[in-house]
């Protein structure tokens, strides 16, 4: 510890001075004293500090600490007898105080700081400490005697720039071309203040500031940065014009800044966002202000360039940084401004204002600093070595800081970076000291105090640093980022597990990271899939082949998970059991594999993994028709990864409860179930996930009677499928909303809904089920003579989506698990015999409708079983002989309409159900003139 004991003659004071002012001098030093982190005492005289000195910039601000200290006490002097600054460095405060005490008593001087040997040692790199021990002075640290009043900022501000494009502010600021152009001089500007003088020249117009990352670029930079939550806030709501709420993929972008997301839905929906924000903004007369658009992201970059040529929207955009224009940026009638080099007058004084009174190599090295600011090309060429020799005259601190908010550039915000530094121990007041000696050296700009400015050169940084500097801040990083993930603020990617590195200590990070890669939509992050260990590999290579589909990858990555170890090598065997006979259509395997993970589960499991397990275990209970345990599973699972924030593992987990809940007849529970999927859908930005919930949820509405409902969900959904490239959910949208159509009497624009895919086995059937409905069943056999054809089950992996058929999606996920297209040939054989039997009043039709409704494997637990003996049962009304007691026949479906209707709690719904639903309401009235009811 360093301690630091003030000595002022108390008694003596109150001869010359109140007693509230000595009395608050000691308050302001104490107050001194905690603004850089340091522990005083309770004493008043003398006053004792301790500072820590282990912490990379504890030293740092135990020296800022002291020369504030002292300066306090030199502005008092007058006031004063006499005071006396001692520094020891020991173990202990009683040492300290004993040591300082006799320093003082060995001292003639009133006024002045004294240093042991021992905190000499320590402070050498702070204080130009003087070659005798009892010359005793106020002693400050080199950079600030050095560097004096010198300040980057005024070569940056327009007041005092010498650079002439300050001259063309008015004519930038009203110019009504869309892009404006500075060209040939190309000095280093400040974006902000650049931006904030535009702002005080066009009032009420909003700027925004389009930077270039340079050290970490992701898709749709540098809008990420710009479109600040604020901004978006003030921002009039008309979103509501858009599909989908878009702004749930750019809020997903901004907490992702290591995630691959060349997903084209996600990028789809940030660009929509993006449009929408700048036609608003630029219907205001907004200005975007670019730095080096040549280093923008490719996705901003061509978004930017199609707005530019398609002339939309009213923003203009200025280009600050000559010869950084995109090819694709020049349009006809751009504005381009030729600035000049400043004269060598202009120039020097500029300079001379900036340098101030800086003395010395100081002064030296920071003029090469500035002319490098400034576009002298020598200066430029030497600015590594420059900005080396620069920063080596600096505490070494001001290096770290440097170098930390380098590398967190683009990643963290200035409040993030703030605490970044608090968590090494750098206080507040610290941090802005080291700040604004970096601003005045030209390393920062001084409004975007965390952004570095360049020319730097990185190699010369790391340098200053020293490879342990750099090294531990690397490491503290790292640490902070995961920090930043247990707290949600950052989403788990391969990206940002190649930054923190695979830890014992981080799996559940390790595992939310692989899991959200291999199954992301995107093509993944190859970089950072070459730096995973053998076993992190072998997992995600299986994952990801269950995401592709691909049998024989998926069978060839799950024989590399024997050879794994560790914990969780039994668990993840398991799954991978599990998940291969899921997808093969093994019901009973698939149980056991997921039993086998479940037992593998322990304390500090991973929740991704045990979540996981229990929705594999859920699936299989629903392929096996067992949905009371697969409720009990998939709840499980959605509880843990709600616990662990896992929108993914939530989402996938409440789609199948809601599957559940539908074949089991409670609707109520389904659509709020569904909207519980949907919530997390929408927080991934997952369109194919939204598409298959908003399908499901248009067969709930359907299912209850609300034809129109489901009509119109069904249209919603179709628009935003062809909107973000789904075609296979955009043709299952208008195939079941012309379904609906028909059912709700809308028989002509069903027809030329359905028939538009007539070669689709599901359209073809609801087309032959809208010539029953329209009561000439004649016409309906042509549509369903064609059985559904017979082909191998697919290689369906759990988290897949069957496009093909909602049946098969539905349905088929709990009835013959192991068929094909069941439920849909199912339905098929109904509607035909039913036809069949209306159009030849052939008795043999219903005795082979009644076998249908007898097959216990399968229409018991249909959602349609019922239906299907009401088939049975009005045709028998047609005929003249029935050959099955129609009584039996409709207690039978009266039976099972009250046993799905008895699952839906909301009485309106119960009624809508009964009442509304096309068949359900033809039952009715058959119960009720056969007395059922």
């Not at 479940?598 to 929705?615: F, I, N």
């Not at 490239?725 to 069903?750: K, M, P, T």
Request: proline share 4%; glycine share 6%.
């Amino acid at each position: 510890m360093i301690y630091c004991s003030i000595h002022i003659d108390y008694y003596a004071q109150l001869e010359r001075v109140r007693s509230d002012y000595a009395l608050g001098l000691i308050a302001s030093l104490r107050r001194i004293c905690g603004e850089f982190g340091a522990l005083s005492g309770q004493r008043d005289n003398p006053l004792v500090a301790s500072f820590a000195d282990s912490g990379p910039f504890s030293l740092f601000l135990a020296a800022e600490a002291l020369a504030r200290l002292q300066r306090a006490l030199d502005e008092a002097s007058p006031a004063l007898h006499g005071a006396l600054v001692t520094v020891h460095r020991c173990l202990n405060q009683e040492e300290a105080l004993n040591r300082c005490s006799l320093i003082r008593l060995n001292s003639d001087a009133s006024f002045g700081a004294a240093f042991s040997p021992e905190a000499r040692e320590t402070l050498n790199a702070y204080f130009p400490f003087p070659d005798d021990m009892r010359e005793i002075s106020w002693l400050y640290p080199y950079h600030q005697s050095s560097f004096e009043d010198a300040s980057a900022t005024a070569l940056l501000r327009r007041e005092s720039s010498p650079d002439p494009a300050w001259r063309f502010l008015d004519s930038i600021a009203h110019s009504t071309l869309r892009l404006t152009v500075l060209e040939r001089y190309r000095p280093t500007r400040s974006l902000d203040l650049f931006a904030d003088a535009l702002c005080d020249a066009r009032t009420g117009s909003t700027v925004l500031r389009l930077r270039a990352n340079f050290s970490h670029s992701r898709a749709f930079d540098p809008f990420i940065e710009a479109l600040t939550p604020e901004l978006l806030n003030s921002l009039e709501d008309d979103r509501n014009k858009d599909s989908i709420d878009s702004s749930a993929a750019f809020t997903l972008l901004r907490a992702s800044p290591f995630a691959d997301y060349s997903a084209p839905a996600l990028a789809r929906g940030c660009a929509l966002f993006i449009h929408g924000v700048l036609d608003r903004i630029g219907a205001s007369g907004a200005i975007l202000v670019c730095d080096s658009p040549d280093r923008f992201s490719p996705e901003a970059q061509a978004l930017i360039a199609e707005r530019l040529r398609q002339n939309r929207g009213s923003e203009r955009y200025v280009v600050l940084s000559p010869g950084s224009v995109p090819e694709s940026w020049k349009i006809p009638g751009t504005l381009a401004l030729d600035v000049h080099a400043p004269a060598m007058e202009a120039l020097d004084g500029a300079m001379a204002q900036a340098l101030g009174h800086s003395t010395g190599a100081a002064r030296d090295s920071i003029r090469q600093r500035y002319l490098a600011l400034c576009g002298k090309r020598k200066a430029i060429d030497r600015h590594a070595e420059n900005s080396y020799e620069l920063l080596q005259l600096l505490p070494r601190e001001g290096a770290l800081y440097l170098y930390g908010a380098l590398i967190a550039e683009s990643i963290l915000d200035s409040g993030s970076l703030a605490l970044f530094f608090e968590r090494m121990g750098l206080q507040p007041e610290g941090a802005r000291m080291l700040r604004s000696l970096l601003i005045n050296c030209g390393f920062l700009d001084p409004l975007s105090e965390s952004r570095p400015l360049r020319p730097l050169a990185a190699a010369a940084l790391s340098q200053a640093t020293g490879k342990a500097g750099s090294d531990y801040i690397d490491g503290q990083f790292a640490a902070y980022l995961e920090r930043l993930y247990a707290d949600g603020k950052i989403k788990p990617s391969l990206g940002l597990l190649s930054r923190v590195g695979e830890r014992k200590e981080n799996e559940g990070l390790l595992y939310d990271c692989l899991f959200s890669d291999a199954l992301s939509p995107g093509g993944g992050a190859q970089q950072a899939l070459e730096r995973l260990s053998a076993d992190s590999a072998a997992v995600y290579a299986l994952w990801r082949s269950l995401r592709d589909g691909e049998r024989e990858a998926c069978e060839r990555s799950a024989a590399q998970l024997d050879t794994i170890a560790g914990s969780r090598a039994t668990l993840l065997r398991g799954l991978a059991k599990a998940e291969l006979a899921y997808a093969s259509g093994d019901a009973e395997r698939a149980s056991k594999g997921s039993r086998e993970a479940l037992l593998a589960v322990a304390k500090g499991t991973p929740s991704k993994l045990e979540a996981r397990a229990h929705r594999m275990m859920g699936l299989a209970a629903l392929a096996e028709g067992k949905y009371a345990e697969a409720a009990d599973y998939l709840n499980n699972a959605q509880e843990l990864s709600e616990n662990a924030g896992d929108s993914y593992e939530r989402f996938m987990a409440a789609y199948a409860r809601t599957i559940g809940e539908f074949m089991t007849g409670a609707l109520v529970r389904a659509l709020s179930i569904a909207e519980q999927a949907r919530a997390s859908a929408m927080r991934l930005f997952r369109i194919e996930g939204l598409a298959a919930i908003d399908l499901l949820l248009g067969r709930i509405r359907f299912e209850l009677g609300d034809y129109d409902e489901a009509a119109r969900l069904y249209e919603a959904l179709a628009a935003l499928a062809q909107e973000y490239g789904l075609y296979d959910a955009a043709v299952r949208a208008a195939i079941w909303r012309g379904r609906a159509l028909a059912y709700a009497g809308d028989f002509e624009e069903a027809e030329r809904s359905l028939g538009s895919f007539g070669e689709d086995a599901e359209a073809r059937v609801f087309l032959g089920e809208l010539w029953i409905l329209r009561g000439e069943p004649q016409e309906a056999l042509p549509w369903l003579e064609r059985a559904s054809e017979q082909r191998p089950r697919p290689y369906h992996p759990a988290d897949a989506i069957q496009w093909t058929s909602c049946y098969a999606e539905i349905e088929d996920r709990c009835i013959s698990f192991s068929a094909t297209d069941h439920a849909l040939e199912e339905l098929r054989k109904a509607l035909k015999l039913y036809a069949q039997g209306l159009a030849t009043k052939n008795p043999d039709y219903a005795t082979e409708l009644y076998a249908l409704t007898r097959n216990e494997a399968s229409s018991k637990a249909s959602p349609g079983a019922g239906t299907y003996s009401l088939f049975c049962y009005l045709l028998e009304e047609e005929l003249p002989e029935p050959p099955v007691d129609k009584q039996t026949v409709l207690s039978r479906a009266f039976k099972a309409l009250q046993q799905r209707a008895g699952r839906i709690e909301e009485r309106s719904k119960r009624a809508l159900y009964m009442e509304k639903n096309h068949w359900n309401k033809r039952l009715m009235q058959a119960a009720r003139e056969h007395k059922f009811i």
